[in-house]
């Protein structure tokens, strides 16, 4: 059974920043990603990186956050910068062998004090 770890969540005041880290329990993930989640809402994508390096993010987090992983595929990072308000949620992360096959993290909570 693949484990994801995540860390780095907490609490900040708006213009701050977290870094949140995942860790997985197995490596050469092709694709790895954020999600995030507030109460009554649908999880939704906030950034994901795949295996040709190429990234997406949401509207809303584009020039505030950055997506990196590490070289052997296990790890993934989110920088998050210049936080608002809105950006309050608990953090998911993903891993995906393919397109049927992912994992998920635990969650880690995201909040910013206004």
């Known amino acids: 059974q693949v484990q994801l770890v995540e860390s780095g969540g907490g609490l900040v005041q708006t213009g701050g920043s977290l870094r949140l880290s995942c860790a997985a329990s197995?490596?050469?993930?092709?694709?790895m990603g954020w999600y995030r989640q507030v109460p009554d809402q649908q999880r939704e994508l906030v950034a994901a990186?795949?295996?040709?390096?190429?990234?997406v993010y949401a509207d809303s987090v584009k020039g505030r956050f950055t997506i990196s992983r590490d070289y052997r595929w296990s790890s993934v990072f989110l920088q998050m910068n210049s936080l608002k308000p809105e950006d309050t949620a608990v953090y998911y992360c993903?891993?995906?062998?393919?397109?049927?096959?992912?994992?998920w993290g635990q969650g880690t909570q995201v909040t910013v004090s206004s």
């Open positions: 993903n891993a995906k062998i393919n397109a049927d096959v992912g994992y």
């Open positions: 197995r490596s050469m993930f092709p694709v």
């Open positions: 990186i795949y295996a040709n390096d190429n990234t």
